[in-house]
């Protein structure tokens, strides 16, 4: 019985199943054709087995469990007639794969169909070996497959081809076996074997470097007369699609001859003719010439240099560019990516069309053309490129100008002339799309305002013009807030005008008035709001007219939600009205920021030294010098221990913090044989601080967290608080370090009068010795006390002197303060710094200790680090 006939079950249950209304409906109809199926099965039902077996397929395609009818597909192949044999390799295919153990049952009867006098059962025992043939499958049946890759007729030398692809795929060593009934392939006539036969030459060039040598050697010419021949065919009914022969032959030689002519001289001059010939004849106004086109480029591109023939190619792609096909469009931009890189002139004279690609309204072409366009900008075209860019921004979709305003900036910082028109450019940009700026964007441009002294009036007054337009862009009003607030005279005075622009009128009241508007937007936050605080209390000082006025704005912010808002204010309030004789030396301009530096540490490149400063440097509670503040806190002019400047993780942060590498990467020193730690448990193991519970790392990261937290701003006007002396050293590593500008209470070192111990030499490279001596606190064997001793090696006076340490969890590290920061030369003296560490595995683990020693040399920052691992026994 016909199985598909009409009236038989198969059908009436594939009606009763779309007839139902719900799920349950069907899940019941299922159940049920289930049961009746195990019933079958049961009884050995022969009759209806293949009908069992169909049926079992639609229920898989449907989704249901159909494991129990297995072993009925391995019965059904090993029955002797074509029809049950059919639907058992079926069943085979759609409802067991290679993973399954079950598999190994069939390796036999596959073997005797390949064997097999009836073609048609060798062809389905092709096309299932094909589709789920396993390793050991691939082993068992290579030589069964490679004899009939020699088979009379065609479609099953077809089917063999694709079978030996996955055999391959599974064992490449079996490549081998194949590689010369392969090349015999591509001496047929029928275009289906010829088809196969270039994909299996393509794929084992991949996998065996023998076979790539010999179709190299041996098939190229007749590959290269193949695909001419194609090109120049007449027209052939059986073959044709849209006017062109066999588009699908065309793209397979093409990719056949990308393998044979990479990285291969000689192979890619004896096909440079052909690709010619096919990139000049093929038609464009079809979709298969179109596919042969782009597989001709891609050929072109990935063979040997020919200048010629790139051009050509690339000149391809500008006409694909002009295409009302998005497809098309798309894919053409993803090749002039890869073209950009060998042929960047030839890129460039399609420049135009690839902006206006940035204009499509198809979004993933936009994102793509604007990575291309990015890549093309260098010195010549950097400014008409950025003003066709920024002129688009004005118009874009919202969605959108996110990605532009990013690459706008990269573009703008990477190629700029000179710092005028950098700061014109970032204006603009801050207007139009002021709220997609990331925070290290407009740090950097204010670190490019400090250093251009000559444009501070220019700047604030474009700042100030641009901020009555665009108020609404909060990354401007912050920019435009601090600028006014460091040179608001200028704004008011007209000073160092520029040629280039007209003088304009505004008051004192009139910059206070934009101050104060954006202190009281609802719309501002936290950072925005703090910035406008402190722009006030430096106006004070420049506009003594209006000192009243801002007294009373600072006042209000006493009922300000945000308590650090509040304790500010009432700070500042202090400031203007009792301490006006310090006042002005207080909020005096901020210094020049170091441009390469901060440049240096967004890269990454540069660690995060510290920098000369005037004066004594304030000591940390551990006994280490601070380092200068981070670019953003000296951009708000403060001069805090706690606030450093926002990167893009926690670590990073706490990087610039303690000066350690704390990135998730590297592991914690002395435990080698530990996984990697996030920021915050390692920054408690350096700190020599117990393991925290999970409240206390969520709080170290709440206190730590960047701008987009909304947090970090509470922080930011904590550093004009009364510096006064510790009361009281706190019992808590972590609460030293974030002290602040509190004076350190050194922990009393207690007479020694414990076992001696020798010297050692901690550490020694060719500018810096470090000389450890060691003694131990009567009574108390778990205390170490170690005298370090630094001696200098070079002729150079090293400055700004800093060294310090890190532990394991199981030491505790105490660091009194050094006796200098100033290295004299050539050993001519030396600095000490007492170090105390208490083991609280003593008698079981050792010392262990990594050092970093900062200092200057000549100017230059000098970064040294190491582990010391040589330390006494017994300590």
């Given at each position: 019985m016909n199985p598909f006939s009409s009236g038989t079950r198969l059908r009436d249950m594939i009606r009763a199943i779309r007839a139902c209304k719900t799920a349950a409906e069907e899940r019941a109809v299922v159940r049920k054709e289930c049961a009746s199926i195990r019933a079958s099965i049961s009884e050995n039902d022969q009759d209806y087995m293949h009908r069992n077996l169909a049926k079992l397929m639609f229920i898989h395609m449907l989704g249901y469990p159909t494991h129990f009818g297995q072993m009925e597909c391995l019965k059904l192949i090993a029955s002797p007639g074509f029809p049950e044999k059919r639907i058992g390799y079926l069943g085979l295919m759609l409802l067991l794969d290679e993973r399954q153990e079950v598999l190994m049952l069939v390796t036999n009867s596959i073997k005797q169909d390949l064997n097999h006098?009836?073609?048609?059962?060798?062809?389905?025992?092709?096309?299932?070996?094909?589709?789920?043939?396993?390793?050991?499958?691939?082993?068992?049946?290579?030589?069964?497959?490679?004899?009939?890759?020699q088979f009379r007729d065609p479609n099953i030398r077809k089917?063999?081809?694709?079978?030996?692809?996955?055999?391959?795929?599974?064992?490449?060593?079996?490549?081998?076996?194949?590689?010369?009934?392969?090349?015999?392939?591509?001496?047929?006539?029928?275009?289906?074997?010829?088809?196969?036969?270039?994909?299996?030459?393509?794929?084992?060039?991949?996998?065996?470097t023998e076979a790539?040598?010999?179709?190299?050697?041996?098939?190229?010419?007749?590959?290269?007369?193949?695909?001419?021949?194609?090109?120049?065919?007449?027209?052939?009914?059986?073959?044709?699609?849209?006017?062109?022969?066999?588009?699908?032959?065309?793209?397979?030689?093409?990719?056949?001859?990308?393998?044979?002519?990479?990285?291969?001289?000689?192979?890619?001059?004896?096909?440079?003719?052909?690709?010619?010939?096919?990139?000049?004849?093929?038609?464009?106004?079809?979709?298969?010439?179109?596919?042969?086109?782009?597989?001709?480029?891609?050929?072109?591109?990935?063979?040997?240099?020919?200048?010629?023939?790139?051009?050509?190619?690339?000149?391809?792609?500008?006409?694909?560019?002009?295409?009302?096909?998005?497809?098309?469009?798309?894919?053409?931009?993803?090749?002039?990516?890869?073209?950009?890189?060998?042929?960047?002139?030839?890129?460039?004279?399609?420049?135009?069309?690839?902006?206006?690609?940035?204009?499509?309204?198809?979004?993933?072409?936009?994102?793509?053309?604007?990575?291309?366009?990015?890549?093309?900008?260098?010195?010549?075209?950097?400014?008409?490129?950025?003003?066709?860019?920024?002129?688009?921004?004005?118009?874009?979709?919202?969605?959108?100008?996110?990605?532009?305003t990013a690459k706008i900036c990269l573009i703008v910082e990477k190629f700029s002339p000179e710092k005028l028109w950098y700061i014109d450019q970032m204006v603009k940009v801050l207007s139009e799309a002021g709220n997609y700026v990331k925070d290290e964007v407009w740090h950097a441009l204010i670190v490019v305002i400090t250093n251009a002294p000559n444009l501070h009036g220019y700047t604030v007054r474009a700042l100030y013009k641009a901020v009555q337009k665009s108020n609404e862009q909060e990354t401007l009003v912050r920019v435009t807030v601090w600028c006014i607030g460091e040179y608001g005279e200028m704004l008011v005075g007209n000073a160092g005008m520029l040629d280039v622009e007209d003088p304009i009128t505004v008051t004192e009241a009139e910059a206070v008035d934009l101050v104060e508007t954006a202190i009281k937007r609802h719309s501002s936050d936290l950072?925005?709001?703090?910035?406008?605080?402190?722009?006030?209390?430096?106006?004070?000082?420049?506009?003594?007219?209006?000192?009243?006025?801002?007294?009373?704005?600072?006042?209000?912010?006493?009922?300000?939600?945000?308590?650090?808002?509040?304790?500010?204010?009432?700070?500042?309030?202090?400031?203007?009205?009792?301490?006006?004789?310090?006042?002005?030396?207080?909020?005096?301009?901020?210094?020049?920021?170091?441009?390469?530096?901060?440049?240096?540490?967004?890269?990454?490149?540069?660690?995060?030294?510290?920098?000369?400063?005037?004066?004594?440097?304030?000591?940390?509670?551990?006994?280490?010098?601070?380092?200068?503040s981070a670019p953003l806190v000296d951009l708000l002019d403060l001069g805090s221990d706690d606030v450093q400047a926002p990167s893009s993780s926690g670590g990073d942060f706490l990087n610039d913090l303690l000066g350690v590498d704390l990135s998730p990467a590297s592991p914690v020193s002395g435990t080698n044989n530990q996984a990697p730690k996030n920021g915050t448990d390692a920054l408690l193991d350096l700190l020599s601080i117990g393991a925290p519970t999970a409240q206390s790392s969520s709080s170290m990261l709440d206190m730590l967290s960047s701008e987009q937290?909304?947090?970090?701003?509470?922080?930011?006007?904590?550093?004009?608080?009364?510096?006064?002396?510790?009361?009281?050293?706190?019992?808590?590593?972590?609460?030293?370090?974030?002290?602040?500008?509190?004076?350190?209470?050194?922990?009393?070192?207690?007479?020694?009068?414990?076992?001696?111990?020798?010297?050692?030499?901690?550490?020694?490279?060719?500018?810096?010795?470090?000389?450890?001596?060691?003694?131990?606190?009567?009574?108390?064997?778990?205390?170490?006390?170690?005298?370090?001793?630094?001696?200098?090696?070079?002729?150079?006076?090293?400055?700004?002197?800093?060294?310090?340490?890190?532990?394991?969890?199981?030491?505790?590290?105490?660091?009194?303060?050094?006796?200098?920061?100033?290295?004299?030369a050539s050993g001519n003296g030396s600095i000490t710094q007492k170090l105390k560490v208490s083991n609280s595995q003593h008698g079981k683990k050792s010392l262990v200790m990594r050092v970093r020693i900062n200092y200057k040399a000549n100017g230059e920052d000098v970064l040294e680090d190491g582990q010391i691992s040589n330390f006494p026994h017994g300590l």
């Open positions: 006098t009836n073609q048609y059962i060798v062809g389905l025992a092709l096309c299932a070996l094909g589709n789920i043939c396993s390793a050991e499958m691939a082993r068992d049946l290579a030589p069964e497959v490679e004899r009939l890759l089917k063999a081809a694709l079978c030996t692809i996955r055999i391959i795929k599974k064992v490449p060593h079996l490549a081998e076996n194949f590689i010369n009934t392969a090349a015999a392939l591509l001496k047929e006539k029928h275009h289906g074997v010829l088809i196969t036969g270039a994909q299996l030459c393509t794929d084992m060039c991949k996998v065996s790539h040598e010999h179709f190299r050697k041996k098939c190229l010419d007749g590959v290269v007369k193949l695909l001419r021949d194609l090109a120049n065919s007449p027209y052939a009914p059986e073959y044709d699609i849209s006017g062109i022969t066999d588009p699908l032959l065309h793209i397979r030689l093409l990719r056949l001859l990308h393998v044979l002519g990479h990285g291969d001289a000689d192979a890619s001059d004896s096909m440079n003719d052909v690709l010619a010939q096919v990139a000049t004849k093929t038609e464009t106004n079809k979709n298969a010439g179109n596919a042969i086109l782009y597989e001709c480029v891609s050929t072109i591109m990935n063979i040997e240099d020919n200048g010629g023939l790139r051009v050509l190619a690339v000149n391809i792609l500008g006409r694909f560019l002009s295409s009302r096909d998005n497809n098309i469009r798309y894919v053409a931009l993803n090749m002039l990516m890869k073209a950009i890189s060998l042929d960047s002139q030839a890129v460039q004279r399609h420049r135009a069309t690839i902006l206006e690609c940035v204009k499509d309204t198809d979004a993933s072409i936009r994102k793509r053309a604007l990575e291309l366009v990015y890549l093309l900008v260098n010195e010549s075209n950097a400014k008409p490129l950025t003003k066709e860019l920024v002129d688009y921004l004005e118009v874009s979709d919202p969605e959108f100008k996110g990605d532009l950072t925005t709001q703090a910035m406008c605080l402190i722009a006030l209390l430096k106006l004070s000082s420049r506009y003594p007219s209006c000192a009243k006025r801002i007294n009373d704005i600072v006042l209000h912010q006493k009922g300000s939600l945000v308590l650090e808002l509040q304790q500010r204010a009432i700070e500042f309030n202090s400031i203007i009205e009792k301490h006006g004789k310090i006042r002005s030396a207080l909020v005096e301009r901020m210094p020049v920021l170091d441009e390469a530096t901060y440049s240096g540490r967004r890269a990454g490149s540069v660690p995060a030294v510290v920098s000369t400063s005037l004066g004594t440097q304030p000591k940390m509670s551990n006994g280490v010098a601070k380092p200068t937290d909304n947090k970090r701003s509470e922080g930011l006007l904590d550093n004009f608080a009364s510096l006064s002396t510790s009361s009281a050293v706190s019992s808590s590593s972590m609460m030293d370090l974030l002290d602040g500008f509190g004076t350190s209470s050194s922990v009393p070192v207690a007479e020694t009068g414990g076992p001696s111990y020798p010297s050692v030499v901690a550490f020694e490279s060719s500018l810096l010795k470090v000389t450890f001596n060691f003694s131990k606190e009567s009574g108390n064997p778990q205390t170490t006390i170690i005298e370090a001793q630094f001696v200098n090696k070079s002729p150079d006076i090293y400055s700004n002197f800093i060294f310090q340490a890190a532990v394991p969890k199981f030491l505790q590290l105490h660091l009194e303060p050094a006796s200098g920061n100033t290295l004299p």
